[in-house]
């Protein structure tokens, strides 16, 4: 099984009952309502994978009853793909997180698919709701603070920033050309990596090769069996790569630490470095 499909093998399953294509978008549903690839359902990232309280993820009971509203059991294969694309790895990395078996990646996205001249549409899919039951969890992929200032004194754990260079600098603690906002200090975890996520890119935002991908991250990365914590801002860029890493390199060890720069670089007594 690949976790990673091109466009054909979504266009070849589009009537596959057994198959679920989700467009997640980052801000509303303005992007999915202009235009989506012929099925996909619109979620909200934050509207559909977090809790409405609490800075964290939907409790169990919840994650089903959303999934099974969306007519998803846990046989289903979901695809996914994001506007832009690193809240698509977002989800899917949630979804791992609760134990789904089958969660994909469209490569490219909405991007790759109009660059390839194929239709897209406004008509929202109709589905049928049905019952869904949480499989295994698989906690090891998240890190939390303490894990983080734990590897930051030993060795053997590598930690990689997946942010823009201005903010792993300390120049910003927002994207480039967006507001300022995310935290209220500027820098980034003391002896992390810099791996910008769009790195691993290419323009049509589908992923580089196997081997470029290797060659890059393995500057910091010397081992597939080596510990690495991946953060960014808010944990979507970190996805981005976790998922290059662990479905095309094979990496085993690979955790995200979801807190991110806005839970550390806003937490009192936490080091930083510029």
Same mark, same amino acid.
């Given at each position: 099984? $690949?976790?990673?499909?091109?466009?054909? =093998?979504?266009?070849?399953?589009a009537s596959d009952p057994k198959v679920r294509l989700i467009e997640?978008? !980052?801000?509303g549903l303005d992007d999915y309502e202009a235009a989506h690839v012929? *099925? @996909?359902?619109? !979620?909200? =990232?934050?509207?559909?994978?977090?809790?409405?309280?609490?800075?964290?993820?939907?409790?169990? #009971?919840? +994650?089903?009853?959303?999934?099974?509203?969306? *007519?998803?059991?846990?046989?289903?294969?979901?695809?996914? %793909?994001?506007?832009?694309?690193?809240?698509?790895?977002?989800?899917?990395?949630? +979804?791992?997180?609760?134990?789904?078996?089958?969660?994909?990646m469209l490569d490219g996205g909405k991007v790759r698919w109009q660059?390839?001249?194929?239709?897209? $549409?406004?008509?929202?899919?109709?589905?049928?709701?049905?019952? %869904?039951?949480?499989?295994?969890?698989?906690?090891?992929?998240?890190?939390?603070?303490?894990?983080?200032?734990?590897?930051?004194?030993? $060795?053997?754990?590598?930690?990689? &920033? #997946?942010? /823009?260079?201005?903010?792993?600098?300390?120049?910003?603690?927002?994207?480039?050309?967006?507001?300022?906002? *995310?935290?209220?200090? %500027? *820098?980034?975890?003391?002896?992390?990596?810099?791996?910008?996520? &769009?790195?691993?890119?290419?323009?049509?935002?589908? +992923?580089?090769?196997?081997?470029?991908?290797?060659?890059?991250?393995?500057?910091?990365?010397?081992?597939?069996?080596?510990?690495?914590? /991946?953060?960014?801002?808010?944990? #979507?860029?970190?996805?981005? @790569?976790?998922?290059?890493?662990?479905?095309?390199?094979?990496?085993?060890?690979?955790?995200? %630490?979801?807190?991110? !720069?806005?839970? !550390?670089?806003?937490?009192?007594?936490?080091?930083?470095?510029?």
């Open positions: 099984m $690949t976790s990673l499909v091109n466009c054909d =093998w979504v266009a070849r399953h997640i978008n !980052w801000d012929p *099925g @996909a359902l619109g !979620w909200n =990232w934050k509207e559909a994978l977090w809790d409405p309280l609490e800075r964290n993820f939907p409790t169990e #009971h919840d +994650f089903a009853a959303r999934l099974g509203d969306a *007519g998803i059991s846990a046989d289903t294969t979901v695809v996914f %793909y994001g506007a832009p694309v690193q809240f698509g790895t977002y989800a899917w990395w949630v +979804f791992k997180l609760f134990g789904h078996a089958d969660v994909r660059r390839e001249g194929r239709a897209v $549409t406004r008509d929202i899919p109709r589905v049928e709701a049905t019952s %869904y039951t949480i499989g295994l969890g698989a906690g090891h992929i998240r890190a939390g603070r303490e894990e983080v200032r734990k590897a930051n004194s030993e $060795t053997g754990t590598v930690i990689l &920033d #997946h942010r /823009s260079l201005e903010e792993y600098c300390g120049e910003r603690v927002g994207l480039p050309g967006k507001p300022d906002v *995310g935290a209220e200090r %500027y *820098g980034r975890v003391p002896g992390a990596r810099h791996v910008p996520f &769009d790195s691993l890119l290419n323009d049509d935002t589908t +992923f580089k090769s196997p081997e470029e991908i290797r060659e890059i991250v393995s500057k910091f990365v010397t081992s597939p069996r080596q510990k690495v914590i /991946s953060y960014c801002r808010l944990a #979507h860029r970190a996805t981005l @790569a976790s998922f290059a890493m662990t479905e095309l390199l094979g990496f085993e060890n690979v955790r995200v %630490y979801d807190g991110s !720069w806005t839970e !550390w670089g806003s937490m009192v007594g936490m080091p930083i470095e510029r």
